[in-house]
């Protein structure tokens, strides 16, 4: 079946830590995105990347990195630099980038915690 | 100004009746589309029905449909015969112009169907 793999589904971090959520999608799909979610909120993007090896910030980048070096994969990075991790983070992916129906597809998300 | 608006936090509706998620939307530009989410308590995000700026008629698609009012800036999702399987989060989503990737999201409505 085709879907969107994000791992680990619970992850600790501790103070002056990077760690790293994964993110596979085998749907071949073109664009992928990174998701926070805070209790009651609705989704924040972090990052997007519409391409292999290129990808741009979204409204909350600041604290996070990530790279594209392959379609099926968008790893995000939460830094040390990011005082307030503690989220839910949902990865996700669109078809095409000029498609306007297209809706995006979720992974089952990573919930970070601060140890 | 919020670009999407859920005012309803939290929704009851019982076993098999009907019920309306209200979502307003703030743009200016004639092109963008609406997008409904369900995010059950295990977290991933169900894409559930797609609204164009142009489409003539309200979406549907099953037991949801949209009531989509133009000059209103509305997009209210409704769910006929409601199930137990429906408790979960409600998310409306804007695609805004021609950024196929800048989607903005509300804060969602938690709906409980009552037995």
């Known amino acids: 079946d085709g879907g969107i793999t994000q791992s680990p589904k619970y992850l600790f971090r501790k103070e002056g830590q990077n760690v790293t959520l994964s993110c596979e999608q085998n749907l071949n799909h073109d664009a992928m995105y990174w998701y926070r979610q805070d209790p009651g909120q609705g989704l924040r993007l972090i990052y997007y990347s519409q391409i292999v090896n290129d990808f741009q910030k979204g409204d909350i980048a600041e604290g996070y990195s990530v790279s594209r070096e392959k379609k099926e994969s968008f790893p995000l990075t939460v830094t040390s630099a990011q005082k307030n991790p503690t989220a839910f983070y949902l990865c996700a992916s669109r078809r095409g980038t000029g498609i306007s129906n297209q809706p995006q597809h979720f992974g089952d998300g990573t919930r970070l915690s601060i140890l | 100004a919020q670009k999407i608006t859920q005012t309803q936090p939290g929704m009851f509706v019982q076993e098999k009746e009907a019920v309306t998620l209200d979502c307003t939307y703030d743009t200016s530009d004639p092109s963008y589309g609406l997008f409904w989410y369900k995010q059950p308590s295990s977290g991933e995000m169900i894409f559930l029905i797609y609204?164009?700026?142009?489409?003539?008629q309200n979406a549907t698609e099953g037991r949801y449909s949209l009531n989509f009012q133009k000059a209103r800036k509305s997009a209210n999702l409704v769910i006929s015969a409601s199930q137990l399987g429906d408790s979960a989060m409600y998310f409306c989503a804007m695609r805004e112009g021609d950024n196929f990737n800048k989607f903005y999201f509300g804060s969602g409505t938690k709906l409980n169907v009552k037995p």
């Open positions: 609204q164009g700026s142009y489409d003539q």
